[in-house]
């Protein structure tokens, strides 16, 4: 019985060719819509974090007259702060060979001089979007304004991520809404031109169940196909998008795109899996109404 239904599905596709390939072809679009939207708020939220890596540490530069116990005590001040993962201490002569190095061969323009920079501590923070709570509870260790750290910018960062997400959230969920709409709608189309087969079917005593079967099957069919589709571009579409990047934005490329396959994999099966999903209830939801003769 199942292979008859799955066999009468098949033959109920191919008999109307222009309704399953619209179908298919409504399936594939909004789908593929759904992909690149993820694609693209994943992508940057990810850059987006990759950013603020670049301003998760903090510089505390620590007064000439601290002696190494006072030194102990604000680092482990600075330890015990909430968001703090990491405190090192960079002494004032390796800053200074460490600048000399980045000066190269000018550093000789240098030879003589005192060093003027102080005693520092390097504090790394874990999330950037509570940095100023953080840079709040450093400057209450000290309120001689010893601490640097660019928080315009990271206050940029972290705008942007949360509109991002809060954005990306919405854009999502109205895509999904329009996508499940379209597919079932089309589906419905493609049912509805077939209403006097249907009622036929039940004038001769077929029942409810023996001719849901087929169109269910039809359409979970039709939306696995579709989904295929859309897999297979999105897969070749952001493969071709990431040698775009590597070619013209080599030294970013790794800030910009996520290159692990994992993902795209992940949202290709999500959208086998709404294909079908959708394929099948549209097909339910469509012949309840058809099925009352």
Not at 18 to 42: D, E, K
Not at 101 to 112: L, M, Y
Not at 182 to 211: C, D, K, L, P
Request: with cysteine.
């Amino acid at each position: 019985m199942r292979r008859s239904r799955f066999v009468t599905a098949l033959r109920n596709i191919f008999r109307n060719a222009l309704m399953s390939f619209a179908s298919i072809v409504s399936v594939a679009f909004t789908l593929i819509m759904l992909g690149m939207v993820l694609l693209l708020l994943i992508n940057a939220e990810y850059a987006t974090e990759k950013v603020g890596e670049r301003f998760d540490t903090m510089r505390y530069l620590i007064p000439e007259t601290a002696n190494e116990a006072e030194i102990a005590r604000l680092e482990d001040e600075i330890k015990a702060i909430d968001n703090v993962t990491n405190v090192v201490l960079v002494p004032k002569e390796e800053a200074w060979a460490q600048t000399m190095e980045d000066f190269g061969e000018d550093a000789s323009a240098f030879e003589g001089m005192d060093n003027p920079l102080p005693n520092v501590f390097e504090i790394q923070i874990a999330d950037i979007e509570r940095a100023d709570a953080t840079l709040e509870a450093i400057e209450n260790i000290d309120q001689d304004d010893n601490v640097r750290y660019d928080r315009d910018v990271a206050d940029i960062i972290t705008n942007f991520a949360r509109v991002i997400r809060i954005a990306g959230t919405v854009l999502v969920g109205a895509l999904l809404f329009i996508t499940i709409l379209s597919i079932v709608n089309t589906i419905r189309v493609g049912i509805s031109s077939r209403q006097t087969e249907i009622t036929i079917m039940r004038y001769v005593g077929a029942t409810r169940q023996y001719i849901r079967g087929p169109f269910l099957i039809e359409g979970a069919i039709l939306g696995l196909v579709g989904a295929g589709l859309s897999a297979v571009t999105l897969y070749y579409s952001y493969h071709e998008v990431q040698l775009l990047v590597q070619r013209y934005l080599s030294r970013m490329s790794n800030e910009i795109m996520i290159t692990d396959q994992r993902l795209l994999w992940q949202i290709m099966v999500l959208n086998l899996i709404i294909g079908v999903c959708v394929g099948f209830l549209g097909s339910l939801y469509s012949m309840r109404k058809h099925l009352k003769v």
